[in-house]
C-alpha cells in the first residue's frame, strides 16, 4: 500500500469531471452503448493514474501460472490466489493481463491452457481487491484454421469483413467473445471493466491482421466491425486499446491504420529487451515519445502494452533499466508478458529465486510503482 488516500482523492475529482464535464462531448454516436460508471471510472483512474506521474505494475497471466507451478492443472489445489509477483513483494500486479485465443472456437481452454472459468473468476478477483485488467486476443487464423501468426494467407482478414466467405462464421466466433465478456460479473452482480486489446503488433507481419497481410481499409474495416459487434451486444464493461509494435517512428505511421477516437480509449505500444540495452533503451525511449505526444494530442491514456527481457538476465533490470527509461513520461501502466511454467526461460515477471528478485522489491517500493493495494 502507498500514496493510496492521495489516488483515492485524485480519482474521485477525475469521477466528478467526468460526470459534470462537457456532455456534448461524452455524446454517444447512434446506437452507441453508454458506458457503466465502472468502466468509465477505471478509465478515469487510468488517467489519473499517468498525469500524476506514477504507473501500474501489469502482468501476463499472472495469477494462472507462473516459473514454478501452474494453476491450470485441478490438482494445483493451494495454486488459487497464487502470484509469483505476489510471492516477491507481497502483493499483486495493479493490473493482470489475460489472453482470449481460441474463446472464440468455443474451446474451454486458451492457447496457453489456461481454462477460460479459471481466468473469469480472476478477472472478477482482481476487481475487487482493486485491480484492473487487460485482455489480448491471439486468436486462430479463421481462414485456414492455423493459428495467430498463421499470416501466409492475405485474404484472411478480407475473408472475414461483411461480404467475406467467412464473415457469419466469424461473427458466430466474436458472438463467443462477447458472451465471456458480459459474463464478468461480481457476486454483487457488478459488470467488471476490462480493456480489450485486440489486433495488437499489426504494425510487424507475423499475425494474420499484419501490416503486409491486409490492407489499411482492411485493417480499419477488422476494428470497426469488431467494435461495432461488442456494441450491438450492449457490452457496457469495454475499454479499448491500440496497440502497435515499435515500428512506427512518426505520428502519421503510428495512427496509419488507427480505427479512430470514438473507439479507443488507450494508445500503447509493444516492444522487447533483445540482447542490447542500448538498442532497447533508444527503442523506449522513442515509443515512449512518439505515444505520449499521440495520447496528448487525442485525448487518450498512454501504456506500455507488452515489453520484457525474456529470462530478465539482469539482475537490476527493474530499477536499472525499466524505471529510468519510462522516466517522466506518463503513462497508465507497463506490462512485462508471461512467466510460462512449462518453458523454462520463458519468463518475463520476477519469481521467488529469480536473480533480479531483490531488485524488483525495490522497484515494487517506488512510490510511484502502483500494485493491487495502492490503487
Ligand atoms: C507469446 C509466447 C507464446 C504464447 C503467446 C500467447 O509471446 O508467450 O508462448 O503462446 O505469447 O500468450
Excluded at 465471456?180 to 454483487?188: I, K, R, W
Excluded at 533499466?321 to 518453458?343: C, F, H, M, Q, S
Aim: glycine content about 10%; aromatic content about 12%.
Amino acid at each position: 500500500m502507498k500514496n493510496k488516500q492521495f489516488l483515492c482523492l485524485i480519482t474521485l475529482m477525475g469521477m466528478m469531471l467526468v460526470a459534470c464535464g462537457s456532455k456534448s462531448a461524452q455524446t454517444p454516436a447512434p446506437n452507441a452503448v453508454e458506458r457503466s460508471p465502472e468502466t468509465l471510472s477505471m478509465l478515469q483512474k487510468m488517467k489519473s493514474i499517468a498525469e500524476q506521474g506514477s504507473f501500474m505494475f501489469a502482468h501476463q497471466d499472472d495469477v494462472a501460472y507462473g516459473h514454478a507451478w501452474n494453476g491450470c492443472v485441478p490438482d494445483c489445489t493451494d495454486c488459487k490466489g497464487r502470484s509469483d509477483t505476489k510471492e516477491v513483494c507481497g502483493d499483486y500486479p495493479g493490473m493482470i493481463g489475460f489472453d482470449l485465443g481460441r474463446l472464440e472456437l468455443g474451446h474451454d481452454k486458451n492457447l496457453d491452457g489456461v481454462p477460460f472459468d479459471l481466468v473469469r473468476r480472476e478477472i472478477v478477483a482482481q476487481y475487487l481487491r482493486g485491480g484492473m485488467v487487460t485482455l489480448s486476443w491471439h486468436l486462430d487464423n479463421p481462414l485456414t484454421g492455423g493459428d495467430a501468426w498463421d499470416f501466409h494467407n492475405p485474404t484472411t482478414v478480407a475473408s472475414i469483413l461483411p461480404g467475406g466467405e467467412k464473415h457469419e462464421e466469424f461473427l458466430t466466433r466474436m458472438g463467443r467473445v462477447a458472451d465471456f465478456l458480459a459474463s464478468l460479473v461480481t457476486p454483487d452482480g457488478v459488470h467488471v471493466p476490462v480493456l480489450f486489446r485486440p489486433w495488437h503488433e499489426h504494425t510487424g507481419s507475423w499475425f494474420w491482421w499484419g501490416q503486409d497481410i491486409c490492407t489499411t481499409e482492411q485493417y480499419k474495416a477488422l476494428w470497426r466491425m469488431t467494435y461495432d459487434f461488442m456494441q450491438s451486444r450492449g457490452l457496457d464493461n469495454l475499454l479499448w486499446a491500440y496497440s502497435p509494435g515499435s515500428e512506427p517512428t512518426t505520428l502519421e505511421e503510428y495512427f496509419e491504420r488507427y480505427p479512430g477516437d470514438d473507439i479507443m480509449d488507450v494508445l500503447g505500444f509493444d516492444t522487447y529487451q533483445g540482447g542490447n540495452r542500448e538498442q532497447y533503451l533508444a527503442t523506449m525511449r522513442d515509443c515512449l515519445a512518439l505515444v505520449t505526444e499521440a495520447a496528448a494530442a487525442h485525448g487518450k491514456v498512454a501504456a506500455i502494452t507488452e515489453t520484457g527481457y525474456e529470462g530478465t538476465p539482469d539482475a537490476a533490470w527493474w530499477t536499472g533499466t525499466l524505471r529510468p527509461v519510462i522516466g517522466e513520461y506518463k503513462i497508465a501502466y507497463v506490462l512485462v508478458w508471461r512467466n510460462a511454467w512449462d518453458k523454462t526461460d520463458h519468463h518475463y515477471g520476477v519469481y521467488p529465486g529469480h536473480e533480479s528478485e531483490e531488485d524488483f522489491r525495490a522497484f515494487y517500493a517506488m512510490p510511484e510503482v502502483l500494485f493491487a493495494g495502492d490503487l
